[in-house]
């Protein structure tokens, strides 16, 4: 696993095994995890999500203490994944990056607890898995807009984003900051610290 340049976010290839009847990889090992990350990944819940070509979903992130880490693939199709900095007091608030997940080199993302999350499909039936270190609640549930101006993400060209009506009309970065809806850097790092 490899740093992304956002603090708390990692990247993995997996080697893949290819023969006359497929492929073979390992797209998840607790020991290497730990080793990469300096703690374990606690499952508590795993999401499957199927969808069209230009299908935006996120930015997404959990109220944190607990937050909600997520480790990510894709396993059909391609996808744009995107993690975004939105922790107050981050040296990296506001910042961006984004890495094609598909099925053909199985990267996977991982990313931490207070940090956005949100992917575009490139293909029709792109299909993504992740692992959950806690379960969905909705009252600590937040999202931002994934077209806010401020924010600028790189979203592919010629894909009109299909959002749904909550993507649609959640808050700016801006917007959420003035709300208080935001987790602060602080309280990230200090709970991913006790997870060690």
């Not at 095994?17 to 508590?44: I, M």
């Not at 795993?46 to 996120?58: F, K, Q, Y």
């Not at 940090?115 to 609640?137: I, N, W």
């Amino acid at each position: 696993m490899r740093t992304l340049g956002i603090e708390g976010a990692w990247v993995d290839t997996p080697r893949v095994f290819p023969d006359d009847r497929g492929r073979f990889h390992e797209w998840f090992r607790g020991g290497v995890f730990r080793e990469s990350v300096g703690q374990g990944f606690s499952l508590a819940q795993a999401n499957c999500s199927r969808s069209a070509r230009g299908t935006l979903r996120g930015i997404h992130y959990a109220a944190v203490p607990p937050g909600q880490a997520k480790y990510v693939t894709c396993v059909r199709g391609a996808v744009l994944d995107v993690v975004v900095d939105v922790r107050v007091g981050s040296p990296g608030f506001g910042r961006w990056e984004a890495v094609r997940l598909d099925d053909t080199t199985h990267g996977c993302v991982y990313l931490s607890e207070g940090l956005g999350h949100a992917f575009m499909a490139l293909e029709d039936d792109s299909t993504v898995v992740y692992l959950c270190s806690e379960g969905y609640a909705p009252e600590r549930e937040y999202g931002i807009d994934p077209l806010d101006p401020a924010l600028a993400v790189d979203w592919p060209e010629g894909l009109a984003p299909r959002l749904s009506a909550k993507d649609a009309a959640a808050p700016t970065l801006e917007e959420a900051g003035r709300m208080g809806l935001l987790p602060s850097y602080e309280e990230c790092v200090a709970y991913r610290k006790s997870l060690a």
